[in-house]
């Protein structure tokens, strides 16, 4: 199972945080974790495991909604500021938006990530 981990600026302690409280969950299940760069930074400066893609402006959310359109994206936590300002909010819409097509679980903030991550 592939797990896509993105957070705005102002969220990305909470996400290292989130993360590394259920470390024994996502190895104990073999989960892949793959971010967006600088999100996939503060994971491993926090000693996790993560493949990194290019940071969010400069089309890692997009290169993780491709990865979603192929299958290889089982679900998407994204801790959004939703009010703060982001250059790249239409690629943040459309990853959004093809969870919805492809019937991708998207967790938007910490109590869905919880939620989710009970299922595991």
């Known amino acids: 199972m592939t797990i896509a981990i993105i957070a705005h600026d102002g969220k990305k302690a909470e996400m290292v945080a989130?993360?590394?409280?259920?470390?024994?969950?996502?190895q104990k299940k073999h989960i892949h974790l793959?971010?967006?760069?600088?999100?996939?930074?503060h994971l491993e400066k926090a000693g996790?495991?993560?493949?990194?893609?290019?940071?969010g402006p400069m089309g890692g959310d997009a290169q993780i909604a491709s990865r979603l359109v192929e299958g290889r994206i089982d679900m998407v936590i994204f801790f959004r500021d939703p009010l703060g300002k982001h250059p790249h909010e239409v690629d943040v819409n459309m990853l959004m938006r093809l969870c919805d097509v492809y019937n991708i679980p998207l967790a938007t903030n910490h109590a869905a990530a919880m939620r989710f991550i009970r299922t595991l």
């Open 34 to 41: 793959i971010a967006t760069g600088t999100t996939g930074s």
């Open 18 to 26: 989130f993360i590394k409280d259920h470390t024994d969950i996502f």
């Open 48 to 55: 996790l495991e993560v493949e990194k893609m290019e940071s």
